[in-house]
């Protein structure tokens, strides 16, 4: 569709030109989707749609860096009480306390990040009170 629209030509009867020469060419047959109805045409409209669908396919956060890490340290903390062994459940808590740490010293820009690391005995003690086991 490199061609220019004519200026003595309607702009919608030739752009639809142009689509059916392209279909009966077979140029939309490779495309992704092909024949497939299009994903969330039933959700109502949101303007950034594109925006939030690229962000979500590229793994991007929507949140600014210290509120991540607040939902990532919420994630963790509910992780380490459902984990399946103390050490993995020492393991995630050790991994986000690094990550609060590493904010605390070189604050990230957004809101106040609100966090310290957890403390790990306080974590596991948490993960044997819902497992109801009294055992270390």
């Known amino acids: 569709m490199t061609d220019r629209k004519p200026r003595v030509s309607d702009f919608e009867s030739w752009a639809d030109k142009q689509i059916r020469e392209a279909e ?11 024949g497939r109805p299009l994903a969330g045409i039933d959700r ?44 993995e459940a020492r393991r995630i808590v050790h991994e986000i306390n690094d990550k609060i740490a590493a904010s605390l010293r070189r604050p990230p ?7 310290v690391p957890f403390v790990i005995d306080d974590v596991l003690a948490a993960r044997r009170e819902k497992r109801g086991d009294g055992r270390p």
Do not use: C, H, I, Q
């Not at 009966?24 to 092909?34: A, I, K, Q």
């Not at 820009?109 to 966090?115: I, K, R, S, V, Y």
């Open 44 to 87: 109502p409209y949101d303007a950034d749609w594109w925006v939030k669908d690229k962000m979500r396919r590229e793994n991007l956060s929507f949140l600014p860096p210290t509120l991540a890490l607040r939902k990532e340290a919420e994630d963790a903390l509910a992780a380490a009480v459902a984990a399946r062994s103390e050490e």
């Open 109 to 115: 820009p957004g809101p106040p990040l609100g966090l």
């Open 24 to 34: 009966e060419r077979g140029d939309f047959r490779d495309l992704p989707g092909f």
